[in-house]
């Protein structure tokens, strides 16, 4: 798909600097919104409709907030193919709506390690599901847009602007190639601070 149609996005975010316009400017453009704890407050605070991850999931976050977006309600519309007619019966099976867009930012685990943390309480600023929905987006470039850093906010609207509504596949791929070089690091940094201790 050369050019992909943004109406329904998941905007779970550590920084939320930047947030509020690009949650405006999504709703200004007819974008449905689903978010997870801390980014719902912030968006619900400002005006913005939004539909809890837990109502697509139909299940809590559980665990402290370990688990909130590992379901296949989630993860299903991130991964299908939507050029792929099998992968889009099995979302109408299961009544499973796409996303187009996957804005996620995670946890600082640099601030953790500078802070000095003891190990327990550092491994509980390691990301799971954000590095989870960055990589599945990723992966699946051609079927939606990854948005993995605030710094690209402006030229994701930007893009939105120029196309209609719509974001390109140089974009995306450009965003897909950001995120697996940022995970990399994330990862290595969480390796080297396990393996220190």
């Known amino acids: 798909m050369q050019f992909l149609p943004i109406k329904r996005a998941l905007l779970s975010v550590t920084?939320?600097?930047?947030?509020?316009?690009?949650?405006?400017?999504?709703?200004?453009n007819q974008v449905e919104i689903v978010s997870t704890g801390?980014?719902?407050r912030k968006l619900e605070e400002n005006g913005i409709p939004v539909i809890s991850v837990s109502e697509v999931t139909g299940f809590p976050e559980i665990l402290g907030g370990?688990?909130?977006?590992?379901?296949?309600?989630?993860?299903?519309?991130?991964?299908?193919d939507k050029d792929n007619p099998e992968h889009l019966k099995t979302?109408?099976?299961?009544?499973?709506?796409?996303?187009?867009?996957?804005?996620?930012?995670?946890?600082?685990f640099a601030q953790a390690v500078e802070k000095s943390l003891d190990l327990r309480s550092a491994i509980e600023q390691i990301d799971i599901g954000g590095p989870t929905l960055l990589r599945a987006a990723a992966k699946n470039f051609h079927s939606l847009c990854v948005l993995p850093a605030t710094k690209f906010y402006p030229e994701f609207m930007a893009e939105l602007k120029k196309n209609n509504g719509q974001v390109s596949l140089d974009f995306r791929q450009k965003m897909a190639a950001f995120t697996f070089a940022m995970i990399s690091e994330y990862d290595k940094m969480i390796a080297d601070y396990i393996g220190e201790k």
């Open 38 to 40: 801390g980014t719902k």
């Open 66 to 80: 370990r688990v909130k977006t590992l379901h296949p309600h989630i993860h299903a519309g991130v991964l299908a």
């Open 91 to 108: 979302l109408e099976q299961f009544k499973i709506k796409p996303f187009d867009l996957i804005c996620v930012n995670l946890y600082n």
């Open 15 to 28: 920084d939320k600097s930047g947030l509020v316009d690009l949650a405006k400017f999504l709703v200004q």
